[in-house]
């Protein structure tokens, strides 16, 4: 397993799924597990795990689950 610095995650990073679908945009890091990503175009923001980050690479956070995984296991915000 690779171990990812999340202070190489940045804000506004592309948060790209295993099967290169663009799933979110980084807002920033919510606590020390979780990613808090912009408001999706459903208006709510979504939080994934930092367990599902493979890899940071050119401001983009590459995930190990594909798009389809990621929305129906990310946690929607009740805001």
């Known amino acids: ?3 990812i610095n999340v202070n190489d995650i940045t804000k506004h990073a592309d948060v790209i799924a295993l099967c290169g679908t663009k799933v ?3 807002d920033h890091l919510q606590g020390s ?3 808090k990503l ?3 175009e459903d208006g709510h923001h979504h939080f994934i795990p930092l367990t599902w980050v493979n890899e940071i ?3 983009q956070v590459m995930l190990n689950k ?3 995984e990621v ?3 990310w946690v929607t915000a009740q805001d």
């Open 1 to 3: 397993m690779t171990t």
């Open 24 to 26: 979110g945009t980084v």
């Open 33 to 35: 597990d979780q990613l």
């Open 38 to 40: 912009t408001r999706h």
């Open 57 to 59: 690479n050119n401001n």
């Open 66 to 68: 594909d798009a389809e």
């Open 71 to 73: 929305k129906s296991h």
